[in-house]
């Protein structure tokens, strides 16, 4: 148990932050000046501060940071809260992805801690089984889960405090349970048909048969046994222990391709980001298997642009960047695979050069109908960020991809395996065709911004193919815009609806564009009168959280989507 004495007098401090830094405003009413769509004042702090899509995440975050750990650390505790309570999301059967600022060495460190496909799969075995494209849950999607493995990567490399510390605050939640909070509680009620299909799921995520209700307690013994067994046993108790063993088990029960090999051989990558200069400011992004560079190719084709002069949410700003949307995502679906198998031509794609040839298919009055992809010369995600005293700064992005991944719970494990091999093609000429040990595409991208060689922003935008556009739309809302922290998260998204697929699927045409509500009906005409096709999406925008840092003061600066459940807090 965590001790009360300590956990008392931090309650107080998270009460704090969430009564001056998370309080609605009712638009319309006296208030303080500042922007009409904001809706809360940016969090502000000194000594370090954590932003994720949970407040008990960002809580267990802070914490460790007063505790004495780093960035790292706190990044590592609030993952594993995540798991227990936002369990659709992420969790120890997904993937996760990260950037790093490392202070003390002033650079940026990646890690690629996605899993690869099991060694028995094959194009091939697919297609004796009259199936064309990879199902989107059961155990024919599933990908070796590398979450724990980058856990303990980042662990062993910058971080300070050991396994039981680290998960102490995830155990405790899953032993003793936790009230389910408004905005994850619909999406456990949305994924309650697929679980109870599995008895294992409906067993570990349905008690009494139905998902559980807002502010109800929920308890998970096996995961808290899980956490347990990787407090006393570090990874190789998941990748070469009785955890590993359950999983494969279990797959072998039910129709799926997992040996222990898959497991014993592991690894994560650290490879070093990727990055465009956008109006001074250095963005950096993952390289694929990952879709960031998606944004560094939106961002050189919208640089030459006057966005600041057409003004956010202008029918002319919204047209340019759904179209550089339109032609990046083009490039996503043909060329972003894994480097181990594939020669993806990052360098080429994110050149200004490149941006150049390609903007010329960009119609300034007129929506494209067939974006094609260009020739270079060669859904259920969390995204949390912390930044420390010193200004190690982590931006991570955790995920299963569809609500609670494959809908398939191993076991009495207590974690859903993810369902990212669904992502594979079955086009043997496709450079993300499926092939065994492989990395799928991958939509998770965490985000990153420094200038004049200092760090700026940690980001991210969790939610799907909305990512990468996301990324892109926060972005100009800060550069080109000027808006605050918080700010640039409220302001209403547009979402492009694909043209096109990373899994080898035929083209769509030129897809759809669903815009927020806060998007007036005069910009939506004009986008109209421009050829966009729209249609009413209540959801899908993402979920955002960034940590400014204001080198200059000293401070740190978060914000937090309105859309989810989380927070930004800090100390």
């Not at 060495?105 to 075995?125: D, H, V, Y």
């Not at 492009?496 to 030129?510: F, I, K, V």
């Not at 729209?534 to 204001?550: F, M, N």
Request: glycine residues 12%; charged residues 20%; proline residues 6%.
């Amino acid at each position: 148990m965590l001790d009360r004495t300590v956990g008392m007098l931090f309650v107080g401090l998270v009460v704090l932050f969430l009564v001056a830094g998370s309080c609605p405003r009712v638009l319309g009413q006296d208030r303080p000046s500042g922007p009409a769509g904001k809706t809360r004042s940016a969090v502000m702090a000194r000594h370090g501060m954590a932003a994720t899509s949970q407040p008990l995440a960002t809580a267990a975050a802070v914490r460790m940071l007063q505790q004495g750990g780093n960035a790292v650390d706190a990044a590592i505790a609030a993952c594993a809260v995540l798991g227990v309570v936002e369990p659709m999301s992420c969790g120890m059967g997904g993937d996760l992805f990260a950037i790093v600022w490392d202070a003390k060495n002033q650079k940026l460190i990646g890690l690629n801690a996605s899993g690869r496909s099991p060694g028995a799969t094959s194009i091939e075995l697919f297609r004796s089984r009259g199936l064309r494209t990879i199902p989107t849950s059961g155990p024919l999607s599933w990908s070796v889960p590398g979450c724990v493995d980058g856990w303990d990567q980042l662990r062993c490399r910058l971080g300070t405090k050991p396994w039981p510390e680290l998960l102490a605050q995830a155990i405790d939640y899953a032993d003793n349970g936790f009230p389910v909070s408004e905005i994850i509680a619909g999406d456990w009620r949305a994924s309650e048909r697929g679980l109870k299909a599995v008895p294992t799921s409906a067993a570990c995520y349905l008690p009494g048969g139905h998902a559980p209700a807002v502010g109800t307690i929920f308890r998970n013994p096996g995961l808290a046994r899980s956490l347990k067994a990787v407090a006393a046993g570090g990874r190789d108790a998941f990748y070469k222990g009785a955890i590993a063993e359950a999983i494969v088990r279990y797959s072998e029960s039910v129709g799926g391709l997992f040996a222990r090999s898959d497991f014993e051989h592991h690894t994560s990558t650290f490879i070093d980001p990727v990055s465009t200069n956008y109006r001074g400011y250095d963005v950096w992004e993952m390289p694929p298997n990952g879709q960031g560079i998606a944004a560094l190719e939106m961002l050189n084709l919208l640089e030459p642009f006057d966005l600041k002069k057409m003004g956010p949410l202008s029918a002319q700003a919204l047209h340019l960047m759904i179209e550089a949307k339109k032609l990046a995502y083009e490039d996503r679906a043909k060329y972003y695979a894994d480097p181990d198998f594939a020669k993806v031509p990052v360098k080429e794609l994110i050149s200004k050069a490149y941006a150049a040839r390609r903007r010329s298919r960009i119609d300034v009055d007129r929506a494209s109908d067939h974006p094609t992809a260009g020739e270079p010369l060669q859904a259920d995600t969390i995204y949390m960020t912390v930044v420390d005293g010193d200004f190690n700064c982590v931006s991570l992005i955790q995920s299963n991809f569809n609500g609670f991944g494959s809908g398939h719970v191993p076991g009495d494990l207590g974690f859903a395996l993810q369902n990212r091999g669904a992502l594979f093609a079955l086009d043997p000429n496709h450079m993300n065709r499926l092939e065994p040990g492989k990395r799928p595409f991958h939509t998770i991208i965490p985000g990153f911004v420094t200038k004049d060689g200092n760090p700026w922003l940690s980001f991210g935008v969790m939610g799907g193919d909305m990512q990468a556009q996301g990324h892109v739309q926060v972005l100009c809302n800060m550069i080109d815009f000027g808006m605050d922290v918080q700010e640039a998260g409220d302001a209403a998204r547009f979402r492009h609806l694909g043209s096109s697929e990373p899994t080898g699927q035929p083209a769509r045409g030129a897809g759809s564009v669903a815009l927020e509500s806060g998007v007036p009906d005069s910009v939506r005409r004009a986008l109209e009168a421009k050829g966009h096709k729209l249609v009413s999406s209540k959801g899908g925008y993402g979920g955002y959280q960034a940590i400014r840092i204001d080198l200059e003061h000293g401070v740190l600066i978060g914000g937090s989507d309105p859309r989810k459940d989380g927070a930004a807090m800090g100390y």
